[in-house]
């Protein structure tokens, strides 16, 4: 079992970055794929980005060219590099980790994974 912590939330203006991160306790991540999703008000928790433990990566059209998904060489946090933020970016963002061996469609779906962080909240003003 794996357990998941985000931090790097906060509030920023249109156009501009943050970086969050996820850091498994105790655990080595190089096992598991590792996923970034978000929901926002109102609406259902959506796919951002994956990393599998080849380091192949993927991302939902909405975000290429402006997120980055990354893992650390020790294996025990990945990152989201968020440039260029827009006000419909605005979200809890949830890290999630499978042990799961599957497609990438697999991996965009909320039901493929097994663990889940608390959110961190990121706000994005106009």
């Known amino acids: 079992q794996v357990q998941l912590v985000e931090s790097g939330g906060g509030l920023v203006q249109a156009g501009g970055s943050l970086r969050l991160s996820c850091t498994a306790s105790g655990r080595t991540i190089s096992m598991y794929t590792m996923g970034w999703f978000r929901q926002a008000p109102g609406k259902e928790r959506e796919f951002v980005a994956f990393?599998?433990?080849?380091?192949?990566?993927d991302y939902a059209d909405s975000v290429k060219g402006r997120f980055t998904i990354a893992r650390d060489t020790a294996k025990t946090t990945v990152s989201l590099q968020m440039n260029n933020l827009k006000p419909e970016d605005t979200a809890v963002y949830y890290c999630?980790?499978?042990?799961?061996?599957?497609?990438?469609?697999?991996?965009?779906?909320?039901?493929?994974?097994?663990?889940w962080g608390q959110g961190t909240q990121v706000t994005v003003s106009s």
């Open positions: 999630a980790a499978t042990s799961v061996l599957s497609s990438g469609t697999y991996y965009k779906s909320v039901s493929g994974y097994d663990y």
């Open positions: 990393i599998r433990r080849n380091g192949a990566t």
